[in-house]
Nanobody, 115 residues
Framework: QVQVAESGGGLVQPGGSLRLSCAAS????????LGWYRQAPGKQREFVAR???????VYADSVKGRFTISRDNAKNTVYLQMNSLKPEDTAVYYC?????????WGQGTQVTVSS
């Protein structure tokens, strides 16, 4: 069983930046595909970004050019650097680990973008 924990959320003004972290347990972190998802109140959970075990990345159009996903396998951690934040980025952000039939989720961290 893998435990996943996000951190780094908070309140930030429009145009500001935040760096989210997601730490996972286990010795096989490097083989997982990692992703960030978000869910705003009353809305469906949506894909934000993912990074493969080979460090290929994919971003949602809404965050492309503003967010950067990266991973540090030595620390069992995946990051989401969020720049030029907008009020519509406000959501609970979730970390996801996936390997074939296995999927793990963190508890989420709140990001609020407001003036």
């Amino acid at each position: 069983q893998v435990q996943v924990a996000e951190s780094g959320g908070g309140l930030v003004q429009p145009g500001g930046s935040l760096r989210l972290s997601c730490a996972a347990s286990g010795s096989t972190f490097s083989v997982y595909e990692l992703g960030w998802y978000r869910q705003a109140p009353g809305k469906q959970r949506e894909f934000v970004a993912r990074i493969t075990s080979g460090d290929s990345t994919v971003y949602a159009d809404s965050v492309k050019g503003r967010f950067t996903i990266s991973r540090d396998n030595a620390k069992n951690t995946v990051y989401l650097q969020m720049n030029s934040l907008k009020p519509e980025d406000t959501a609970v952000y979730y970390c996801n680990l996936r390997l074939v039939a296995y999927t793990y989720w963190g508890q989420g961290t709140q990001v609020t973008v407001s003036s």
